[in-house]
Each structure stands twice: as C-alpha cells, then as structure tokens.
C-alpha cells in the first residue's frame, strides 16, 4: 500500500514546484529589460539630429558641387534662400542641382554665423570669400564652414569666432 501513495505524492510535489515563476525570477526579468531598453535608447541619435546631420552633409555637397560647377562653366552661381530650401541661380536648367531644392525635413533653418543668412557667390573665381553657416532645427545645430578655397566641411560644434 505504501508503494501506491508514493506516486501520487511525486506528482503532487511536481505540480507545486511547477506553478509558475517566482516574484523574484519575474523582477529579475522587468530589470534586466529596463537596462536593455535604456542602453539602446541611449545607443540612438535623435531623430532631430540625425536629420539635421544628414540635411548639413547634403547642403555641403550641393555648395561644392555648385562651385566646380560655375568654375568649370566660368559663370557666376549665386547660393540663395527661397521659402522651402534653398537654390543656385545662374546654373543651367540641366545641371545637377539646377531648381529650388526643399529641406530634407519641415522647421529647418540657415543662417550666417556672424548674422542673419546673406546670399553669396560660389564662383566661377577660385577663391571666394570665407563662408560659414548655421542649419538649426528646432534646439540642434550644424555648422559649414569653408575657407573660401578648400570644400565646405560639416562642423558640430560652432567654429572660431561664430556665435553658438
């Protein structure tokens, strides 16, 4: 008789110890996801920044590429601000870059670093005045600078002499 009731026992002691998890096993759990979403949200550039990094990069290439263009071409391109982005006038209407180009997203905004935006020649001469520009979207900034002979180059922080 005692070899009967031993069984049941087993499969009672069985079913108690697999009822679920432990209070402990279960916090251990909501912790370790807490510290994994932190350091991946962490981990991530804003979306601001990463298009305002993305928009200074694009608006960089589009000035050198401008002033080969107008040197090769030896006419003049003037870099001018219109209400959704931005232009190069004296271009040929099949160039690259030709036209009003929009920014990449709504809210961005150009300046000079010395003051308000001021449209500026980028050739056909080779060497042009130093230029340096501010891109802000809404509390995040980019600056391009250029020394008037070598390419403008994307700064995080304001350069020289450039308010912040």
């Not at 232009?87 to 209407?93: D, N």
């Not at 030709?98 to 001469?125: H, K, N, T, Y």
């Amino acid at each position: 008789m005692s070899l009967s009731c031993r069984p049941d026992r087993l499969r009672f002691r069985r079913a108690q110890r697999s009822r679920g998890f432990s209070l402990l096993e279960l916090m251990i759990v909501i912790v370790i996801v807490a510290i994994t979403a932190t350091v991946v949200t962490q981990a991530l550039p804003p979306a601001g920044r990463q298009a305002l990094a993305q928009q200074a990069d694009q608006l960089a290439a589009a000035l050198d590429g401008a002033r080969a263009l107008s040197r090769t071409q030896e006419m003049p391109v003037t870099f001018k601000l219109n209400v959704q982005g931005f232009e190069f006038q004296g271009l040929r209407a099949h160039d690259p870059g030709q036209g009003p180009q929009q920014w990449l997203v709504p809210g961005i905004s150009l300046a000079s670093c010395d003051g308000p935006f001021r449209p500026f020649q980028v050739g056909p001469e080779p060497f042009i005045n130093r230029q340096c520009l501010v891109l802000s979207l809404e509390d995040q900034r980019a600056w391009l600078q250029s020394d008037g002979v070598g390419p403008f180059e994307v700064l995080n922080v304001p350069p020289t002499g450039a308010r912040p």
